[in-house]
């Protein structure tokens, strides 16, 4: 792991995106709550919220971090048709959480689609990126331009 115990305490957040696509049938039977595993959204923001609070454990490398918020939110796109989901994760720390939302949304996505998948195995989880950081040594950052790495 880096050393990052020179570094100050300051307040970070980090805001990760990503989305699943799905059949419009399928969105429609979660939003009508018709899923067979139950409550699709609810199930999908806790699993979220859970794996930000688990990201050292699963990527090596990463430093514990004592998390003062963690919001994940899943909002239906009927464009897609699916779903956008997006992460805002806090903390006041030596380093960043940008991990800790990229998880979030990654696992939220994943829990989606296991819940779904019974309705539509073909769904597609994608588009997964750092919208937003704010604090610590390197300054601020904010993703420009929309689906493409900058």
């Known amino acids: 792991m880096v050393d990052v115990s020179a570094k100050p305490v300051t307040q970070r957040q980090a805001i990760a995106r990503g989305q699943i696509v799905m059949k419009l ?3 429609t039977a979660i939003e009508a ?6 409550d699709v959204l609810t199930t999908a923001k806790l699993a979220g919220m859970m794996a930000a609070k688990q990201t050292a454990q699963l990527i090596p490398l ?8 963690i919001a994940v939110e899943i909002s239906p796109d009927r464009q897609l048709p699916g779903y956008q989901i ?11 959480v940008e991990m800790e939302a ?24 994608s588009q997964i990126y750092l919208l937003q950081k704010t ?14 790495a900058d």
Do not use: F, W
């Open 62 to 69: 990463c430093h514990p971090l004592p998390l003062s918020k």
């Open 33 to 38: 709550g018709n899923a067979p595993k139950g």
């Open 86 to 96: 997006t992460a805002t994760v806090r903390t006041k720390a030596e380093t960043g």
């Open 135 to 148: 604090g610590g040594q390197s300054g601020d950052y904010q993703r420009t331009g929309q689906n493409q």
């Open 102 to 125: 990229l998880t979030a949304v990654s696992v939220a996505a994943l829990t989606l689609y296991d819940m779904a998948k019974a309705l539509d195995p073909a769904m597609t989880i």
């Open 25 to 27: 049938e399928t969105l």
